[in-house]
Nanobody, 116 residues
Framework: VQLVESGGGLVEPGGSLRLSCATS????????MRWFRQAPGKERELVAR????????TYADSVKGRSSIFRDNGKKTVYLQMNSLKPEDTAVYLC??????????WGQGTQVTVSS
């Protein structure tokens, strides 16, 4: 099983990034997918979630209206589009696959730094 995040980097406040999480080794289309973030000294935060077929999405209040999660089940990839980025969005962003049983897989994360 692999979940490989990409798309992070250094961006100025107000900028945008699109994170990707390419997966393999499990039946992607049967898993809900989630993006978490972990900032230094802070608890891991659930940022966004999308249902297995992509019809239901939820967001943390901290990113609602600025972010969009979507998936391509054919490419076994989930994305997080983030706009109007703020310094407080700086964190490692982690991809997570959630089975109906509650079992999860994690990626290694991609660093997002928002700074001028």
């Amino acid at each position: 099983v692999q979940l490989v995040e990409s798309g992070g980097g250094l961006v100025e406040p107000g900028g945008s990034l699109r994170l990707s999480c390419a997966t393999s080794g499990f039946t992607f289309s049967t898993y809900d997918m989630r993006w978490f973030r972990q900032a230094p000294g802070k608890e891991r935060e659930l940022v966004a979630r999308i249902s297995s077929v992509g019809d239901i999405t939820t967001y943390a209040d901290s990113v609602k209206g600025r972010s969009s999660i979507f998936r391509d089940n054919g490419k076994k990839t989930v994305y997080l589009q983030m706009n109007s980025l703020k310094p407080e969005d700086t964190a490692v962003y982690l991809c997570n696959a959630l089975a109906r049983s509650g079992f999860t897989y994690w990626g290694q994360g991609t660093q997002v730094t928002v700074s001028s």
